[in-house]
């Protein structure tokens, strides 16, 4: 595996590579079998180390967790179909099947794949106890626009996707600058990993700006709302204090779209607070989960 020939190979070494419909996904599963699952679903860029401090917690807790590359991301491959939100959720679904859990899960995503989780709770909500949204994104005029979804089809593709890489370490290195001084070593090595895949993971850039330039408009985001407004899922809405990736104004449709909505306001923590307050986070969502987890 290229992976592990570019190092990380302990890490690696972890997770299972498994062939879906549309490349060889990274998959983790940390927790007893009989314990209630949850389903973690990382953003745009960051692979599933971004869970590494918070699943370490869960399973703690009494959870079965499950984690995985997005296609194209992390140490996964892709082979280029468009990576429409439908793709996603179709992905998530052969996760679940290919680790053989059949209850329905707690889902909780992190930034823009809020719409991920949106649309796994939608289509197949029979597989869904709930739904927590991590810094969402929502509606993002910022990545949702017309301007995006052209430049994914466009005859400079190439040079966008390779060009995204770039821009999203320096994100990445950002985001790393907000670490407290006292963060866990795993949340250092997360992001460390995340940008090597950046950097060598050749899907990657394609494999971002397909996911970029697929994501829903305006009426299909609505329309996607309402579906899961009537499949009546419970969601929770973790907003971080020092939040400046995402806009007020793009998560406001969940507030007035979904009648389950339940937000939690975190006193520290900027859009990754999964990494900089984990012990916050891991709180936040099993008292909002309540009885459902098993003491292990």
Known sequence: MWAKRLGWAESIAACERVALSHGAVRID?????????VLLIHGLSYPLEVWGPLTARLVAGGWRVIRYDLYGRGYSTWD?????????????????????????????????????????????????????????????????????????QSWFRG?????????????????????????????HEAYAVAMHTVRHNPDFGPAALSHLSHLPDDPSFMALLRELANAETPVLGVHYKEESDATPEGVAMFNTQLPLLRVK????????????HPADLAQALQDAWGDSS???
């Open 80 to 152: 280029e179909t468009p990576l429409s939100t439908e793709v996603l959720v179709q992905q998530a679904c052969e996760v679940l099947d290919h680790v053989g859990e059949t209850r329905p899960v707690q889902v909780v995503s992190m930034s823009n794949a809020d719409l991920i989780a949106c649309g796994l709770a939608a289509s197949v909500p029979e597989r869904v106890s709930g739904l927590s949204f991590v810094a969402p994104s929502g509606l993002d005029v910022r990545t949702m626009n017309s301007w995006t979804r052209w430049a994914g």
């Open 265 to 276: 306001e975190m006193e520290r923590g900027t859009h990754m607070g999964v990494l900089e």
């Open 29 to 37: 599963v940390q927790g007893l079998d009989a314990h209630p699952a």
């Open 159 to 187: 040079w966008i996707a390779s060009w995204l890489p770039a821009r999203l370490i320096r994100r990445m290195e950002d985001h790393a600058s907000h670490l407290p001084h006292d963060a866990e070593p795993i949340s």
């Open 294 to 296: 098993t003491d292990p």
